[in-house]
């Protein structure tokens, strides 16, 4: 198994789906001969030429090419290079993108996937810094996953291209260059969706996903040295969301807590909350708390993102609020 | 001849020589601000305008304080230009407390407006619809104010810029479109991602004047601006600029510019904006010491603004919730 971090994982994922789909093409913003402003897409152009290329900063003409191309016998797999930048052209995603299928009553459809990264980094500006994933987990119609691990990198990467339906797959810069860890890289291709437990545990339930999962470790281990089992679950997907496995979990912990680094209101946490309100609510023993960026914009100074973007203390304080309430 | 003056003006007006001293201002900050990235102080992704200076300082030197400027993330110049306080920016890009938005705007995305500077974006072709509308708010208000927008030339093919150049010409708003062309679109040469590269031929399609002009060179782009001010004061319209100009730095702090071309930086280097208006300032009769003695005092100024900044009081992160509604 090659040592991979996780910008090397979706590499390899590229070059996977260009080798074993001869209708994928790739393009993107300083993606072909520039290799990508992160190298996600490093070496592609020199193997599959034509099939690889760089557009203009033009993310309508992306998307919508990619839609275009789709819809006649290609399988794009395009870059956003920032998740603040699909803003610019979120029309052909949600109102065309998504529509395809069903209105042409499974007559069409428009196998794309869309790659962009997000996130807070120290210093990056409040139109780079932004947590979008419910925007995309709003829009019926869509895949979305937030890819956590090198595996999940490369392995959710192929399930959304394989995939025949328009996908979303939002990496975050912060893990780009993380630790390396062994890849398993010729595995069949798995179908989208399923979450994965992480740490099992008994005492309290904790729902994440995409770059929290790493702050999410990390306080349930500090709880552990507590006394406090906390059961870790990196949702992966937001669509389809694997509620199952959630509420099996809060079946047997009878708590939870969601934490994301969108901002709290309108989060996809609201959206996991209200599904263990429908499914487990007896379960129960706790109010559901959610951890998330408070509802502001975010400011570029480090200090200041500091004080607003929740990590390991915020996670683990939530967790022993949970924790403490009387059963 | 006009005297050399022993400080850079705030803001400069026709003079080369005043130019010359605001560019200079400019390029030091960047330098600056080069090494305080470097040495970790600042933080996070940082643009700098070494070499375009002559395009903020010239287009700056044919306004006035009514109107409205919107520049991109390669926003330092700009601000600089239209008279922002260099320790302000410093402290800005640092991020504390003195800085010009606290800290919350950083490198990309700050603003000044109480200097003109309705601020730097850091969405490629934001600001260029944003200037139309500050020229639509001047045709209520009598100000006669006029707006100026600047945005690479890789911009030009964001759907924004194409939508805000029809928006103008279409009602006759008195907006000024620079495109400051470095022939790339971060890491990409542009000429590759459009059919024609002499972007100024796109004015016609919107018939709408359209200009090219030499963007290391003040006084052309002073005059360029000033004509398409007086354009736009007279209800007359938008103007598009195309300043040629080359970055000789990365598009980024830490970008290793594998893209360009064998020995292009050095012969940028000979035909940049400073170098070009010292030799312009030697033949016309300055003497070397007195540019030298300007050199040192505009190092000295922002020196001690970067002091000053260094060390000012953190962002303050009590307030950090303020601020979100009215
Ligand atoms: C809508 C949008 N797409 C992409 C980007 C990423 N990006 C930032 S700068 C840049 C290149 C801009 O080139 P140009 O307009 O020529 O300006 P320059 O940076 O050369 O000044 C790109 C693609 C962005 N900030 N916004």
């Known amino acids: ?327 | 001849m006009t005297p050399v003056p022993i400080q850079a003006p705030a803001v400069a007006g026709e003079a080369l020589i005043d130019q010359f001293a605001a560019m200079l201002r400019i390029r030091r900050f960047e330098e600056r601000i080069e090494k305080m990235r470097h040495a970790g102080e600042v933080i996070g992704s940082v643009h700098l305008c070494i070499g375009q200076e002559a395009i903020p300082v010239g287009a700056r030197a044919a306004l006035e304080q009514r109107d409205a400027v919107f520049s991109t993330y390669r926003g330092h110049g700009w601000a600089l230009a239209c008279g922002v306080p260099v320790e302000a920016l410093f402290g800005e890009l640092l991020g504390t407390r003195t800085g010009v938005n606290g800290g919350r705007g950083g490198s990309a995305y700050f603003t000044a407006a109480q200097y003109g500077f309705y601020g730097e974006n850091s969405i490629v072709g934001a600001g260029a619809p944003i200037a139309a509308g500050a020229a639509l708010a001047a045709r209520y208000d009598d100000s006669g104010a006029v707006a100026l927008t600047a945005f690479g030339e890789g911009a030009m093919n964001q759907g924004s810029v194409h939508e805000a150049l029809n928006f103008a010409a279409a009602f006759d708003l008195g907006v000024i479109f620079v495109i400051e062309n470095n022939r790339y679109s971060e890491l990409t040469p542009t000429k590759n991602m459009v059919r024609d590269d002499e972007l100024w031929k796109r004015a016609a399609a919107y018939a709408i004047p359209g200009v090219r002009v030499d963007g290391n060179d003040p006084g052309a782009m002073r005059d360029a601006v000033a004509e398409a001010a007086a354009r736009a004061r007279a209800g007359e319209g938008p103007t598009l600029i195309e300043a040629m100009t080359e970055r000789l730095v990365g598009h980024y702090i830490g970008d290793g510019e594998a893209y360009r071309e064998e020995g292009e930086v050095a012969a940028a280097r000979e035909r940049e904006p400073l170098v070009v208006a010292r030799a312009a300032l030697l033949a016309d009769g300055v003497s070397a010491e007195d540019l030298d003695a300007l050199e040192a005092s505009v190092q000295a100024e922002v020196d001690a603004a970067a002091d000053a900044a260094l060390a000012a009081e953190p962002a303050d992160t009590t307030t950090v919730r303020e601020h979100l509604h009215a």
Request: proline share 6%; with cysteine.
């Open chain 1, 1 to 327: 198994m090659p040592e991979l971090n996780y910008v090397s994982a979706v590499n390899a994922a590229l070059h996977r789906a260009l080798e074993e789909f001869p209708e994928t093409i790739a393009f993107g913003e300083d993606f072909a001969i520039p290799g990508g402003v992160f190298t996600a897409s490093r070496g592609l152009h020199d193997r599959f030429g034509a099939r690889v290329f760089d557009t203009p900063i033009s993310e309508a003409a992306i998307l919508g090419g990619a839609i275009g191309a789709a819809l006649r016998g290609r399988r794009p797999v395009v870059e956003i290079m920032w998740v603040d930048f699909f803003l610019v052209a979120l029309d052909q995603i949600v109102n065309q993108a998504a529509n395809v299928r069903y209105v042409s009553q499974g007559e069409l459809s428009a196998p794309l996937t869309v790659r962009t990264q997000q996130g807070v980094l120290p210093g990056s500006c409040a139109q780079h810094s932004q947590s979008l994933e419910a925007v995309f987990a709003h829009v019926p119609g869509l895949i979305v996953g937030l890819p956590a691990t090198p595996q999940d990198a490369y392995d959710m990467l192929l399930s959304a291209i394989a995939a025949d339906d328009p996908a979303v797959v939002i990496e975050h810069r912060s893990l780009y260059f993380g630790r390396r860890a062994p890849v398993s890289v010729d595995g069949p291709i798995a179908a989208v969706g399923g979450a994965r437990v992480r740490v099992e545990g008994s005492d309290v339930t904790l729902v994440t996903w995409g770059a929290m999962l790493g702050a999410a470790l990390e306080a349930a281990s500090v709880l552990s040295q507590e006394g406090l089992s906390v059961e870790v679950i990196d949702a992966r997907w937001l669509a389809p969301f694997d509620t199952a496995t959630v509420t099996e979990s809060v079946e047997k912990t009878g708590r939870l807590v969601i934490a994301h680094e969108a901002n709290v209101s309108g989060g996809f946490g609201a959206e996991v909350a209200a599904r263990i309100a429908n499914e487990a609510l007896w379960s129960l023993e706790a109010p559901i708390v959610r951890v998330g960026v408070p509802d502001l914009r975010i400011p570029a100074a480090p200090a200041l993102q500091a004080a607003v973007v929740p990590g390991v203390d915020q996670i683990a304080a939530a967790l022993r609020e949970t924790a403490a309430v009387a059963a």
